[in-house]
């Protein structure tokens, strides 16, 4: 027969309304944040050097 501690599921919360209620702003806030790394990375870059990368003074401008 099995104990109740076997047969329950690791993480019980992992899916739940409540965690995702905390979960996703803080990954949109993560992911503000590092496009803001970048554009302030880029915009440091000279336009030779974001022509090695591939990009334009245009492209960091339009970058959001």
């Known amino acids: 027969m ?3 501690n076997e047969n329950r599921a690791g993480k019980p919360f992992q899916q ?3 965690r995702l209620m ?3 702003p803080y990954r949109l806030w993560k ?4 496009r803001k790394q970048t ?3 880029l915009s440091a870059l000279s ?3 974001l022509r090695d990368i591939g990009l334009s003074c245009e492209d960091v ?3 959001k």
Do not use: H, N, T, V
């Open 2 to 4: 099995m104990e109740f």
């Open 16 to 18: 739940s309304p409540f």
């Open 22 to 24: 905390f979960i996703l």
């Open 31 to 34: 992911a503000w944040l590092l």
């Open 39 to 41: 554009r302030k990375i």
């Open 47 to 49: 336009e030779a050097q």
């Open 61 to 63: 401008q339009r970058y």
